[in-house]
């Protein structure tokens, strides 16, 4: 079983920081594993924050850009997002994903942790 768990969400000022980590359990961070870092604000559609494969360059939409770091340790199967300069506009559930890019693309999502900015 193949299971995802986000910590390290909660409450933090304009300005401040927060790190969030992904813990995966019954997979394995092989080559052909991508895994994504996606957020959820009230009222809106999940988007793509991060996405990380195992080589070539991490994209970051623009909004994050500067600010934040996704990070993969394959060795211990984990995913972190370390977030500074963090806006209220940041606030949401964030989520992780693990994809397994060989056909047919199977994928694997946490139940996302919330983080909430205040102004």
């Known amino acids: 079983q193949v299971r995802l768990v986000e910590s390290g969400g909660g409450l933090v000022q304009a300005g401040g920081s927060l790190r969030l980590s992904c813990a995966a359990s019954?997979?394995?961070?092989?080559?052909?594993?991508?895994v994504e870092w996606y957020r959820q604000a009230p009222g809106k559609q999940r988007e793509l924050v991060a996405s990380?494969?195992?080589?070539?360059?991490?994209y970051y939409t623009n909004s994050v850009k500067g600010r934040f770091t996704a990070s993969r340790d394959n060795a211990e199967n984990t995913l972190y997002l370390e977030m500074n300069s963090l806006k209220p506009e940041d606030t949401a559930v964030y989520y992780c994903?693990?994809?397994?890019?060989?056909?047919?693309?199977?994928?694997?999502w946490g139940q996302g942790t919330q983080v909430t900015v205040s102004s």
């Open positions: 994903s693990a994809k397994d890019v060989r056909p047919p693309w199977k994928e694997y």
């Open positions: 019954g997979i394995t961070f092989r080559a052909y594993i991508l």
């Open positions: 990380i494969p195992s080589g070539g360059s991490t």
